[in-house]
């Protein structure tokens, strides 16, 4: 078995929508997916928190970015 590099760069999500059982797999090309602490042997998130992380956003620090004020 060849050893396997933890970069924290690869998340995969196993979802089950009562069907059947999809996996979806996302890696970030810069960064890595920032995870909180683990409680009693678990992580616990949010949907937003996932939103972030998927994103490539540090779900601790949100940059908010320029929206414009008038869309044309």
């Not at 995969?12 to 979806?24: C, F, N, R, T």
Request: glycine content about 10%; charged content about 20%; some cysteine.
């Amino acid at each position: 078995m060849p050893n396997e590099v933890r970069c924290g760069d690869l998340i995969k999500i196993l979802w089950h929508d009562g069907l059947g059982m999809s996996l979806y797999a996302k890696r970030l090309e810069r960064g890595r997916f920032l995870w909180p602490a683990a409680t009693d042997g678990t992580v616990s998130i949010s949907s937003a928190q996932l939103a972030y992380m998927l994103d490539g956003i540090d779900w601790r620090n949100p940059q908010h970015t320029y929206r414009p004020q008038i869309a044309g």
